[in-house]
């Protein structure tokens, strides 16, 4: 509910609203955890009731679902889809994976701490998080986009060099893109 002590405009608490209610998710299973997103999305959990459904584009989705392990090789697709979507824009690590590694953490070619590479809102932890965690992980989510603390995106942006200087240390010969934003 809206009052005078909030920190937001009207504008943006509206704008902010009609956002956490009304999230495109784009689900990139690279792990194993993606088996828990049938069971959160149909009828025994929902989370559609929650404003939450499927994107079929990078372009249509507001919401990136990371669901495991990255190896260098995914990263790199990762970060693409991250940067072909529109502002505004969230992600999710979903899974110990994304956090430190998870049970590949002395892989060679694991990717740990997804955060160093594209901006995280919310990590979900736990091997593999039941659709219950998931479901907690969108609502903290959409706390965080309603006091306008989901700003991901524009920590990104204003920090660009910063993250491309970790990306480069593991994606060797990889074009990235270098916007001037
Ligand atoms: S956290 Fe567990 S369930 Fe999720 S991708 Fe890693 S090993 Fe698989």
């Known amino acids: 509910m809206y009052n005078d002590n909030n920190a937001q405009t009207i504008v943006e608490y509206i704008k902010n609203f009609t956002r956490k209610n009304s999230l495109f998710m ?12 049938p069971a959160t ?27 495991g392990y990255l ?42 701490l997804l955060d160093k590479y594209i901006p995280v809102d919310v990590y979900i932890n736990g091997c593999m998080p039941r659709p ?19 700003d991901g995106a524009t920590k990104y942006k204003e920090n660009l060099d910063w993250y491309r200087e970790n990306q480069k240390k593991v994606l060797k010969n990889w074009p990235l893109v270098e916007y001037n934003w």
């Open 132 to 150: 219950e965690s998931v479901i907690a992980g969108f609502k903290e989510l959409q706390r965080l986009i309603a006091e306008g603390k989901a």
């Open 26 to 37: 784009l689900a990139y299973g690279t792990g194993c955890g993606a088996i828990e997103l």
């Open 41 to 67: 999305l149909t009828s025994r959990y929902d989370a559609e009731r929650l404003g939450v459904r499927g994107a079929a584009t990078p372009r249509q989705a507001d919401l990136l679902l990371i669901t």
């Open 71 to 112: 190896s260098t090789k995914t990263l790199k697709r990762v970060i693409r889809v991250y940067e072909q979507m529109q502002d505004p824009k969230y992600v999710i690590g979903f899974g110990s994976c994304t956090i430190n590694g998870g049970m590949y953490w002395d892989s060679y070619n694991t990717i740990k």
